[in-house]
């Protein structure tokens, strides 16, 4: 198995892109912490992967909140003695409106969710794996960061902010054997879609997938795909990237 004997927080691991990692990491061989803020979520998905003979622990935390991802390292080190890979995957939008309709609660949100929790991560992360002599971080980001859509501009900036630390990170980070990747999705059936698009209606979902050449939504799989490559040792040598997995959305 091409986790086996890793050790991988999922965040936002309770529904959508997170869910997928998690479980794919599961098939895999990792031994997880997974969080959300959800909570009936997060352990619907933990007790999915153990009734599948997986490991899996649930916390419950803000990602915005530095003592929250302190917690999810020490129930890693604790529960299986290490960590090899951290995917900061949480993240939440406002809804598509015009720029000047988001109020300031929004804007903060977004930014702390989506932004701020890759701060934590490397605040507590960055030492845990220079002591260890190595780690992975695995972001999240999306296509909006590269071919952003109108109405939903502040959530487009996180995103943005996500593949800038991403890259600056591993450049930094690369003498300490600690490797930062990226994905960029393309928006999927999560359920984040009716906040991208105001509302879920057959008639915007068929203006969003015309925007994508493959003709359809990403997959929480797809995302999982991506992830577990960049997760393992066949990615030894990768960091820095921002895999587009959008069905050719960004060409």
């Not at 912490?33 to 649930?58: K, L, M, P, Q, Y």
């Not at 190595?134 to 109108?150: K, L």
């Not at 939504?217 to 066949?234: F, G, K, M, V």
Request: charged share 25%; glycine share 12%; net charge negative.
């Amino acid at each position: 198995m091409r986790l086996q004997d890793k050790v991988a927080i999922v965040t936002g691991g309770g529904s959508g892109f997170g869910e997928g990692i998690a479980m794919r990491f599961a098939a895999e061989g990792a031994r997880l912490i997974i969080n959300d803020i959800d909570e009936e979520g997060g352990r619907r998905v933990t007790d999915a992967i153990r009734e599948s003979g997986g490991e899996a622990h649930f916390l419950r935390g803000d990602v915005g909140n530095g003592s929250d991802i302190e917690r999810l390292l020490a129930a890693a080190d604790e529960r299986y003695g290490r960590l090899d890979v951290m995917v900061n995957n949480a993240g939440v939008s406002h809804r598509n409106k015009p720029l000047l309709e988001v109020d300031e609660a929004d804007f903060d949100r977004v930014f702390a969710t989506n932004v701020k929790s890759i701060y934590w991560s490397a605040r507590h992360m960055v030492p845990y794996f220079r002591r260890q002599g190595g780690g992975a971080f695995i972001n999240i980001a999306s296509t909006a960061g590269v071919r952003p859509r109108p109405g939903l501009v502040w959530y487009n900036s996180t995103k943005g902010a996500v593949i800038t630390a991403s890259k600056s990170l591993a450049i930094e980070l690369a003498p300490d054997r600690i490797r930062v990747n990226c994905i960029n999705p393309v928006a999927g059936d999560t359920p984040l879609l009716g906040t991208f698009m105001g509302s879920d209606t057959p008639e915007n979902r068929a203006r969003f997938i015309a925007s994508i050449p493959l003709g359809r939504l990403s997959t929480p799989r797809d995302i999982a795909n991506a992830a577990l490559y960049l997760a393992s040792d066949e990615a030894e040598f990768i960091t820095g990237i921002c895999l587009e997995v959008d069905g050719g959305r960004c060409i």
